[in-house]
């Protein structure tokens, strides 16, 4: 559900990105409550591009506090908290253990 011109909000009340799709709000929501570590890879969602100075990205999904929580990158299980999950530019995300493939945007205009 979006909220305003730039918040959708998923069932557990948690905010991401509008241009973030909703398989993939519920994805990560799903990973969040499990706690799956996880290895995420961003970029420009409309050509591929990987933005290497931000890759790879480890750990879990956490939440923040207040009245708008979002999405947050928390590296290590003694971590307090950590930064805004980039929900909007995600290209690709893979167990962290195991290296199995969980999600990975579709280009259907770029040879793979």
């Given at each position: 559900?979006?909220?305003?011109?730039?918040?959708?909000?998923?069932?557990?009340?948690?905010?991401?990105?509008?241009?973030?799709?909703?398989?993939?709000?519920?994805?990560?929501e799903y990973h969040r409550v499990k706690g799956t570590r996880l290895l995420f890879t961003f970029g420009n969602v409309e050509t591929g591009e990987?933005?290497?100075?931000?890759?790879?990205?480890?750990?879990?999904?956490?939440?923040?506090?207040?009245?708008?929580?979002?999405?947050?990158?928390?590296?290590?299980?003694?971590?307090?908290?950590?930064?805004?999950?980039?929900?909007?530019?995600?290209?690709?995300?893979?167990?962290?253990?195991?290296?199995?493939?969980?999600?990975?945007?579709?280009?259907?205009?770029?040879?793979?």
């Amino acid at each position: 559900m979006i909220v305003d011109n730039d918040t959708q909000v998923a069932p557990s009340g948690m905010c991401y990105h509008k241009d973030c799709p909703p398989a993939l709000v519920t994805l990560l929501e799903y990973h969040r409550v499990k706690g799956t570590r996880l290895l995420f890879t961003f970029g420009n969602v409309e050509t591929g591009e990987v933005w290497e100075s931000l890759t790879p990205e480890r750990g879990r999904i956490g939440r923040s506090t207040g009245p708008r929580p979002i999405p947050l990158l928390v590296r290590t299980s003694r971590s307090f908290g950590g930064e805004a999950l980039m929900s909007h530019c995600i290209l690709r995300i893979v167990e962290s253990r195991g290296g199995k493939l969980v999600y990975s945007k579709p280009f259907p205009n770029l040879a793979t």
